[in-house]
């Protein structure tokens, strides 16, 4: 069993950043792979980035590429989204997500066990 909390959200303008959190409580976080996905309201979540565990490697959708990214701390239990020049479209609740399963390509929401809350971004213009 693994909790995820994430935290960071808040509003900023266009061209800013932000940094989120996931903190995790459960054992064996070293061996999840983590995600951070992200929905706006009528829409699917989607995809947004990926750590694999063990050396895994990472996996960014393309719109976020070379603007976001995605960190762990395997000794704290955080997951991290580092979010720069951040633009209108990248407004929604971003959500933290862990599963067993190794892949980090091709992911969708059903891959994944374990859940956050949620955390609100907002860029504003």
């Known amino acids: 069993q693994v909790h995820l909390v994430e935290s960071g959200g808040g509003l900023v303008q266009v061209g800013g950043s932000l940094r989120l959190s996931c903190a995790a409580s459960?054992?064996?976080?070293?061996?999840?792979?983590l995600a951070w996905f992200r929905q706006t309201p009528g829409n699917e979540r989607e995809f947004v980035a990926a750590?694999?565990?063990?050396?895994?490697?990472?996996n960014y959708r393309d719109s976020v590429k070379g603007r976001f990214s995605i960190s762990r701390d395997d000794s704290a239990n955080i997951l991290y989204l580092q979010m720069n020049n951040l633009t209108s479209d990248d407004t929604a609740d971003y959500y933290c997500?862990?599963?067993?399963?190794?892949?980090?390509?091709?992911?969708?929401?059903?891959?994944?066990?374990?859940w956050g809350q949620g955390t609100q971004v907002t860029v504003s213009s």
């Open positions: 997500a862990a599963a067993r399963n190794p892949r980090i390509t091709d992911l969708i929401p059903d891959d994944f066990e374990y």
């Open positions: 750590y694999g565990w063990g050396g895994g490697g990472t």
């Open positions: 459960g054992r064996s976080f070293s061996r999840y792979t």
